[in-house]
């Protein structure tokens, strides 16, 4: 049993507010537009750290962070990718090797826009966790948590603030 907190597109501001909640963590997951490696080294003090870069991240994100992972976790393939899309609307950067081989969990970022559906057709669970920094669209900072259990998610979680 792993308790996961997800996160994306902090911009390089990580909301203190969010602090009790990653704590609890076993790992924290982020997808995408650290915005600068300090976020990087904020959240690796707190629990073990895998991350993506995003298009707003500079080189010295880029050098330490690749642009995909995959991994299994408990019995979950986990693929997170920064720009991904959603089910039904998948980037044309990855759809053709979703189809192909589909995960268990995909966590996208890049939209601002928090969604967790389940995609039927690939039989896969996608989350993206919107945007837990300040900066762009979205009118609330999220982060989402969970708990992976063999092949389960349970526990989900929603962690809403409202934007400073």
């Given at each position: ?10 911009h390089g ?95 996208t970022g ?9 995609d039927n ?44």
């Amino acid at each position: 049993m792993m308790q996961i907190s997800l996160l994306s597109d902090t911009h390089g501001y990580l909301d203190n507010r969010f602090l009790p909640h990653l704590e609890h963590s076993d790992e924290i997951w982020h997808a995408g537009d650290l915005g600068n490696i300090r976020v990087a080294e904020q959240l690796s003090e707190i629990k073990p750290l895998r991350a993506v870069y995003g298009n707003i991240d500079d080189q010295m994100v880029r050098k330490i962070y690749p642009a995909e992972q995959r991994f299994f976790l408990e019995d979950m393939d986990v693929w997170i990718v920064h720009i991904g899309g959603y089910p039904g609307h998948y980037d044309r950067s990855i759809k053709e090797r979703l189809i192909e081989n589909p995960p268990d969990i995909l966590i996208t970022g890049h939209s601002h826009i928090l969604r967790i559906q389940y995609d039927n057709k690939l039989q896969l669970m996608h989350i993206n966790p919107g945007a837990a920094g300040k900066y762009g669209l979205h009118k609330v900072q999220t982060m989402v948590k969970f708990v992976i259990e063999g092949k389960n998610i349970n526990s989900l979680e929603i962690i809403e603030l409202e934007r400073k």
